[in-house]
């Protein structure tokens, strides 16, 4: 069984290679097929460990695989070995069986773009860097895992190269992440001075032996680590990358907000959430980073008109969710949603992915309309995704995993009003730009033909996750509709649990609220930009939609505080003695070819002429000797 568990990343690594040694010599069929095979096989190897670890809990919460070792250089040593329990079990099921379904129907979507198969081999990469992170014994490895995913969202973003736009939104992400990386291995190397080992199972038990809650060296190392977890997670004040992140493919957004990157910070807090709770203040900064994350993007993805912004920002205000949880020590809570938020986001991206195709890559919402009955499975595949988006009550996914989070949120010791009202009025944020897009998009009158219709390869996995966005979250009901924990009690096996106030005879009526709240989202919606859209009309031209448009202005905060100044010192830098240095050796180089070059000029006459001359000049050399 320990084998299996190797075997999960290894083999969209393989299928990486073969696509990377031998792209010249497979046919377009056969490049999609080995990637999305390599993902299926995968995720069908998860199923068996999974059901094998959970028939063996709670006697055996964990397996461990060491490979080899990577590294031993004085006190200094890692080994490449994998760790699977609840928390990277749930990760593995996710990125494996939701990559198979974005890999299915990358096949369909990407059937005519002349890069298909450097397409699958980045998606291969991809995910087996994902699976390596959440699998990873030791935190180096783990940040093995957390570079790759990084270098292969460079790589997605930037897969249409030949626009010059696509290549700035890649290196825009990049570096942004680069900033959380960096103060997250600056984290790592403390960890490792302070412990001696990068282990990560010993560094949890160490910690809370060695470290005093709330010391400075807790606090520190929490932060630099939350830094990383910003940077991935797309989180204030990091955020500004991932919207520019829709310039790559479809598939490349469904596969980045759904199933890997940008979940990553979330499950690095979650592992090593001994160190958090060793830094209280840290802990509820987390908490107060993602409630305001969550009402910025919904702000913001209330005044977008581009389809894929919209879920871009969706993402960050549902992963600002999972960053509340998180904070009030909701573990199982953010996981949850993490699980749900993959099913329904997924279908979301997978679903616009379609629409835009064939509509011959339109993205503008207000330049569609009129899909409902053009495109029956798209809509009605895309309405449970927005649905369960909205956390419509009682029959989407959606709607368990994030009352979960608002519950939490208000009734844990570490919780409070303040964060619920947050989290209700980005709920309501939710259902209002969910159900906007709805009904500008495909209600209305037809601005846009579809070209064509989506094949089958494109459709069945909107409808297998459609399913999953609607039940998916019967796994785990609240106390007051029947008190069915099978997630918490899975997750609770590694994680800690939550503690919580007196209040549990009150779920019910935040329950009525909160849905109440999503279905006044949805009507206003209904109202606002279907039935008499003349309301909002004031809305749109107004200076505050315009601020709410630009994401409330970080990017210009950053161009004008950070990009300008370095691209200044850089124009007055670039002629000093260091470049003009560099320069000359270019050119003496330069130089020193064209002088080579000479005698290279392809006449055999000339070759023998110089080989017998050469010959001449060591003879008359030896003899003078």
């Given at each position: 069984m320990k084998t299996l568990i190797a075997l999960i990343p290894a083999l969209p690594m393989i299928s990486f290679l073969i696509l990377v040694l031998f792209s010249g010599k497979l046919s377009r069929k056969v490049a999609g097929w080995i990637g999305a095979g390599s993902i299926g096989i995968a995720a069908v190897l998860t199923v068996i460990v999974s059901v094998d670890l959970i028939s063996a809990l709670p006697e055996i919460k964990s397996y461990q695989i060491t490979l080899w070792q990577w590294m031993s250089v004085g006190n200094l040593s890692a080994d490449i070995s994998f760790r699977l329990d609840s928390l990277s079990l749930v990760f593995c099921f996710v990125i494996t069986f939701v990559g198979f379904l974005i890999h299915s129907y990358s096949i369909g979507f990407m059937d005519k773009d002349e890069g298909i198969i450097r397409f699958f081999a980045y998606m291969n990469l991809f995910v087996s860097s994902m699976l390596i992170l959440v699998l990873a014994d030791n935190i180096l490895l783990v940040y093995l895992g957390?570079?790759?995913?990084?270098?292969?969202?460079?790589?997605?973003?930037?897969?249409?190269?030949?626009?010059?736009?696509?290549g700035t939104?890649?290196?825009?992400?990049?570096i942004i992440t680069r900033i959380g990386d960096t103060a997250m291995i600056i984290g790592i190397f403390i960890l490792f001075l302070s412990f001696g080992t990068f282990n990560i199972q010993d560094i949890m038990h160490l910690a809370s032996a060695k470290w005093v809650a709330g010391s400075s060296i807790a606090t520190i190392t929490a932060v630099l680590l939350l830094g990383g977890a910003l940077g991935k997670s797309a989180q204030v004040p990091l955020q500004t990358w991932l919207p520019d992140a829709m310039a790559g493919p479809s598939p490349v957004s469904a596969l980045i907000h759904a199933a890997t990157m940008v979940t990553a910070g979330v499950y690095l807090i979650a592992r090593t959430n001994v160190l958090f709770s060793l830094a209280?203040?840290?802990?509820?900064?987390?908490?107060?980073?993602?409630?305001?994350?969550?009402?910025?993007?919904?702000?913001?993805?209330?005044?977008?008109?581009?389809?894929?912004?919209i879920l871009a920002y969706s993402t960050i205000s549902q992963i600002g969710y999972m960053f509340l949880a998180l904070g009030v020590g909701a573990y199982s809570a953010a996981i949850f949603h993490f699980m749900i938020h993959a099913f329904f986001k997924a279908l979301l991206f997978l679903a616009a992915g379609v629409v835009i195709l064939v509509l011959n890559e339109e993205h503008d919402i207000f330049k569609m309309g009129g899909l409902r009955k053009k495109m029956p499975a798209v809509f009605w595949?895309?309405?449970?995704?927005?649905?369960?988006?909205?956390?419509?009550?009682?029959?989407?996914?959606?709607?368990?995993?994030?009352?979960?989070?608002?519950?939490?949120?208000?009734?844990?010791?570490?919780?409070?009003?303040?964060?619920?009202?947050?989290?209700i009025v980005g709920a309501f944020l939710t259902a209002l730009y969910s159900f906007r897009m709805i009904f500008i998009a495909f209600f209305g009158e037809a601005k846009t033909q579809p070209?064509?219709?989506?094949?089958?390869?494109?459709?069945?996995?909107?409808?297998?996750?459609?399913?999953?966005?609607?039940?998916?979250?019967?796994?785990?009901?609240?106390?007051?509709?029947?008190?069915?924990?099978?997630?918490?009690?899975?997750?609770?096996?590694?994680?800690?649990?939550?503690?919580?106030?007196?209040?549990?005879?009150?779920?019910?009526?935040?329950?009525?609220?909160?849905?109440?709240?999503?279905?006044?989202?949805?009507?206003?919606?209904?109202?606002?930009?279907?039935?008499?859209?003349?309301?909002?009309?004031?809305?749109?031209?107004?200076?505050?939609?315009?601020?709410?448009?630009?994401?409330?202005?970080?990017?210009?905060?950053?161009?004008?505080?950070?990009?300008?100044?370095?691209?200044?010192?850089?124009?007055?830098?670039?002629?000093?003695?260091?470049?003009?240095?560099?320069?000359?050796?270019?050119?003496?180089?330069?130089?020193?070819?064209?002088?080579?070059?000479?005698?290279?000029?392809?006449?055999?006459?000339?070759?023998?002429?110089?080989?017998?001359?050469?010959?001449?000049?060591?003879?008359?050399?030896?003899m003078t000797k």
């Open positions: 957390w570079e790759g995913v990084g270098l292969c969202s460079y790589l997605l973003i930037g897969f249409w190269y030949k626009e010059p736009e696509n939104a890649a290196r825009k992400a990049f209280p203040i840290v802990q509820g900064f987390i908490a107060g980073i993602g409630a305001l994350t969550l009402l910025i993007a919904g702000f913001s993805a209330l005044t977008q008109h581009d389809l894929k912004r595949t895309f309405l449970i995704g927005s649905a369960s988006l909205s956390a419509l009550p009682l029959v989407t996914a959606g709607f368990y995993s994030k009352d979960a989070i608002l519950w939490f949120a208000l009734s844990s010791t570490s919780g409070g009003v303040v964060l619920w009202i947050a989290g070209s064509f219709q989506a094949g089958y390869l494109m459709t069945i996995p909107l409808v297998v996750l459609a399913v999953f966005s609607l039940f998916g979250g019967f796994i785990e009901l609240p106390a007051s509709l029947g008190n069915f924990h099978l997630f918490s009690n899975l997750i609770n096996q590694s994680l800690p649990v939550v503690g919580i106030k007196n209040v549990e005879h009150l779920e019910w009526l935040f329950q009525l609220i909160s849905s109440l709240i999503a279905l006044s989202g949805i009507y206003l919606a209904y109202l606002f930009y279907y039935k008499k859209p003349v309301f909002i009309d004031s809305f749109n031209h107004s200076k505050i939609h315009h601020f709410f448009e630009i994401g409330f202005g970080f990017d210009k905060v950053y161009d004008i505080l950070i990009v300008r100044p370095v691209v200044w010192l850089a124009e007055i830098d670039k002629k000093d003695f260091i470049d003009q240095i560099n320069i000359s050796i270019s050119n003496m180089a330069l130089i020193g070819n064209e002088v080579l070059s000479i005698a290279q000029n392809g006449k055999l006459r000339w070759y023998l002429l110089t080989f017998a001359f050469g010959i001449a000049v060591i003879l008359t050399y030896m």
